[in-house]
């Protein structure tokens, strides 16, 4: 028992390793004095001086993060919008072929996206570039949105909104002040994924993008296809720190919301151990 | 009142709908009806059926996409398994999912320098005196490298349905005197099927559609669906063709979505649900 303890130990630690190690590889590399991902010959930063000198490469960050955060800002407002649309709906056929539309874009291949949008764009003479690169991100992160703040509103108890509405609340006044506070843990997590969603994408923006605007993803691609360049590899160290700070700043977010959901129910578990008491 | 705010939230949701799901879907059958004079058609169709290329790339692209699935599935299971019973397991997991939030582009643009004739792994056997191998722009690079960059989106799933499994189950099977074998063979996989039908449709689909993989590590070698799609819509400029494959896409994916039941979530909210 023990011995095999062990070996789904050693199992796990090789797994780790393989998913590690071109990752390590690429960061490595990125210090390396020379030009080529192969023999280290010494240790500079050099790589990393290129990468913040050079203009283009900022340029396109400063685009991919502008892109990044206008799509999940619109998406959220619209998914947002969206979800209550679908949380009033009391008709369960017209409910569920919306939720099944919803999640059409979820499911379909990045290409099917890409070409489809692309023909979409030239039937109505978009011109590609920043604009149906933007209006492609907030499409498909709106679905996400949806199914973010859906769940929480489906949690909000009718008795609560008909409590306010008693007392004399007005629809607006209701919405800001009862139900938007209560789904904003859900809006917050639907931004952030459609930002990581924006960030991650390639395949999208690399069919509806012109010749004009890039995207990070989109340059890394073109890069690759060239060869080796040792920018790339500092580029990635970069982008790693970024992503461990997104994680973390993400289980931040969900350790806050879980907290807030166990300190909920322990505060109702205490007012019917209440309700309990006194009869 | 509640009828008119209801539409009123229907105005921008219901437009995205409009335009941007059932729209473009419209556009992309509508569009496989054309060739690359703008001629209504039935040709594209025809093409695809009778000549044999586009067959037996279908074929072909669905064959590595199964390669790919079963590899992925075949190191992801253990790993799920075994993930369940570790100490830490919410702090393993945290590194499992990590690698997903790496652009896919830095990771494949990691392989070319670990494969390529000089790379790592050639520097590697150097030291036993093998000579380098051609292994970039391979079958093998690109199978490994696709396999390589599914298999969180295969553990996830499968560790959530192991997370669910009933321990009590697998004692009692222990107790009625099975043997660890057959409790694994009629308990715990049938038990977990729903997580490894998950995860294969979250890694399958993807498989025919990942068109960089196919051009940075399998070179112009290899050709799935998505890189059809891709050379048809941004290199010959024949729409109609790249649609009609589009089209091929879509039916490939209802038929694995069927198969593996219709737990349809998209890959990427698997590593936000742990």
Redesign the interface.
Known sequence: MKTK?KW??L??VI??I???L??M??IT?SFSDGS????FTGFTFKHYAALFADTRMIQIVIDTLLVALLSSLVAT???T??A??IN??SRSVVRNS?LS????????????????????YT?LKIPLGFGSVL?SHI?FS?P?V??MVLPKLQEMSQSMLDAARDLGST?GQIISRVIFPFITPGIF?GFF?AF??S??D??VT??VTGNGFQT??VE??AR??Q??DLE?NA??GV??IF??L??VG??FIQTNNQSRKAKHQALEESEALAHETTH | ??KS??AA??I???F??I???????V??IY?SFFDINGHFTLSNYQTYFSSGTYILMTVNSVWYAFVITFFTLL?SY??AY??H??KHKQL?L??????T??????????????F?Q???IN?FLGLFGIPAQQILFTDFSFIFVAA?IE??FMILPIFNSVEELNEGLVNASRDLGASSWQTFRQVIVPMTMSGVKAGVQAVF??S??L??IT??IGGNRVIT??TA??EH??TTMN?GM??TI?VV??VA?FII?FLTGER???R??AR?EN
Do not use: C
């Not at chain 1, 080529?36 to 023999?39: E, I």
């Not at chain 1, 919803?102 to 949008?117: H, K, Q």
């Not at chain 2, 335009?19 to 879907?25: G, K, L, S």
């Not at chain 2, 939030?101 to 670990?114: D, P």
């Open positions: 303890f789904s130990h199992y796990l797994v780790f393989l998913l590690y071109p990752i590889y690429l590399y080529r991902m192969t023999n407002i619209i998914g919008l969206g209550m649309a009033t709906t919306v539309l919803n999640n059409i874009l979820m499911v379909s291949p990045d290409v099917i996206i890409g070409a489809s949008f692309l023909i979409f039937a209006m499409a709106i996400i949806v199914l629809n997590s994924m990581t969603y960030l991650d390639f395949a690399f069919f990070l993803s890394i691609y690759a296809r060869g080796i790339i580029l990635s982008m790693f992503a461990l997104l994680v993400y289980y | 009142m509640k705010t209801n939230y229907y921008p949701y219901g995205w709908l335009f941007f799901v059932i729209a473009p879907v556009l992309i569009q190191v253990p790993t075994f993930l019973y570790t393993w945290l590194l499992i999912i990590l690698p939030w790496i652009n896919l582009l830095l990771k494949a643009y990691a392989f070319i320098g670990i390529s000089d790379g790592g520097s390589y298999i969180p689909i993807p025919l559609s068109f960089m051009r940075l669906l998505g799609i891709e819509f941004l729409w790249g649609s589009g896409l879509i994916m979505m349809n979530h998209h990427k909210e936000h």
